[in-house]
Structures are given as structure tokens and as C-alpha cells.
């Protein structure tokens, strides 16, 4: 099966704990991102890389960064976590035409 | 910071043919009109896009006017499936980022 594939499905943690989301495509496409989705639903670019190569860095806390072995995976740390770190997080995966840009399933955090 | 502009919610009933409309009217020449719509707990799926002509897939008919600053999903004979939250957005080519607005959530009845 090609997609794109987010593991965990859901985590809960407590403030500043660190936690670490995975994401995996199997589409052969060479860049990957990052979102978050907020409580109202609005999609935010975090970071997008392009084999292997930090192309867009919103202004995001200095706790998120990015983590790519490969143009296949792109993970997402959080060094300590923050009570509005709550949120879903997508990943997506496209070619440079964007006809082809795919999103994974979310992972839903929870900070308590 | 979305360029587009579209009503919160629409109503339907199953089996009706729906419109969505998206407003654009500072579209720039190279952008490109996408349509993503997302079902709760799952990510965005890709619905259809285009430039300038009207266009056509198993999902919708995308209809965009001539002046390119507005353009109307059409969704025939929707079901139950259907009903999600609809994404109008633009995008040029190359490795861009979407930024995704409220979009329209479509309730469908039965």
C-alpha cells in the first residue's frame, strides 16, 4: 500500500515531557511537512523538507524540531512538551507539481 | 494566511447535487485552485484542482469562472459519505505549503 503513515495514532503526556511522532511515505515523493491542526480545525505549516533538506522552517518553538533519515521519513520531536502543544499533527508528502500531495492520518497529542 | 474565502457550513440531502463556492479574487496568474475535503480523525484527501479550465474526476466537477476569482465544487448525487469539511485552496506549482482556512462543512442528510 502506498501512503503516507503516522505513528502513534494518539499520545497523551504531561507538561515538559518529550515526546517524538514518526512519519513514513511510500509514495516516492522527495518532500515531506509537517502541520498542526488546531482546536479550530485550521492547518499550520511547521516544516517542510526536501531530500533530506530543511526548506521551510515556520516560526515554530525552538522545543519542535524536525528529524529526517531519509526523503521517506520525517519525524517530529518535542523536547518539552507545553499544554498548547495539544493539537493534531499531520504530515504530508508531495512531488514538485503538488497534483500529488498526500496527507497522513494525524497523530493526536494530548498534554495534561 | 488563506486567499480564499467560503461560507462556514451547507446542507444537503442525499442524492441531491451539491455546490460549493470558493471566492479568489487576488489569484495570481501561476496559482493553481485546489479542493481538499477531511473527515473527522482523518487527514486532509485530495478531492481535484485546477488552473483555468473546468475540470472533471470520479470525485467532482470543478467549475471555475473565467475571470479565475472565484470557482464552485460540484458534488453530484452526494451521499452520507460526503459530508466532511471542504478545502478551497491555492497553490502554485513547485513545493509549496498549503494553508488551509475553515473551508465549508457540508452536512448531508438522509
Known amino acids: 500500500e502506498t501512503a503516507v503513515f503516522q505513528t502513534p495514532n494518539y499520545h497523551v503526556t504531561q507538561v515538559g515531557n518529550e515526546v517524538s511522532f514518526n512519519c513514513k511515505q511510500t509514495l516516492g515523493h522527495d518532500t515531506m511537512y509537517w502541520y498542526k491542526q488546531d482546536s479550530k480545525k485550521l492547518l499550520k505549516i511547521m516544516f517542510s523538507?526536501?531530500?533530506?533538506?530543511?526548506?521551510v522552517n515556520e516560526t515554530v518553538p525552538r522545543r519542535f524540531s524536525p528529524q529526517s533519515s531519509d526523503k521517506a521519513h520525517l519525524n517530529l520531536r518535542i523536547k518539552s512538551v507545553e499544554p498548547e502543544d495539544s493539537a493534531v499533527y499531520l504530515c504530508?508528502?508531495?512531488?514538485?507539481?503538488?497534483?500529488?500531495?498526500?496527507f497522513g492520518s494525524g497523530t493526536r497529542l494530548l498534554v495534561i | 494566511d488563506a486567499k480564499t474565502t467560503q461560507p462556514d457550513s451547507m446542507e444537503s440531502t442525499e442524492g441531491e447535487t451539491v455546490h460549493l463556492p470558493c471566492s479568489h479574487a487576488t489569484i495570481s496568474g501561476n496559482e493553481y485552485i485546489y479542493w481538499y475535503r477531511q473527515v473527522p480523525l482523518q487527514g486532509p484527501e485530495y478531492v481535484t484542482h485546477?488552473?483555468?479550465q473546468n475540470t472533471t474526476n470520479s470525485m467532482a466537477f470543478l467549475a471555475i469562472a473565467s475571470d479565475r476569482k472565484s470557482s464552485t465544487l460540484i458534488l453530484p448525487h452526494v451521499s452520507l459519505r460526503d459530508a466532511a469539511v471542504y478545502h478551497c485552496?491555492?497553490?502554485?506549482?513547485?513545493?509549496?505549503?498549503?494553508?488551509f482556512g475553515k473551508g465549508t462543512s457540508l452536512t448531508v442528510i438522509p
Open positions: 504530508a508528502s508531495s512531488t514538485k507539481t503538488n497534483s500529488d500531495y498526500t
Open positions: 523538507y526536501n531530500n533530506k533538506q530543511l526548506i
Open positions: 485546477g488552473l483555468q
Open positions: 485552496i491555492l497553490s502554485n506549482t513547485g513545493y509549496q505549503n498549503f494553508y
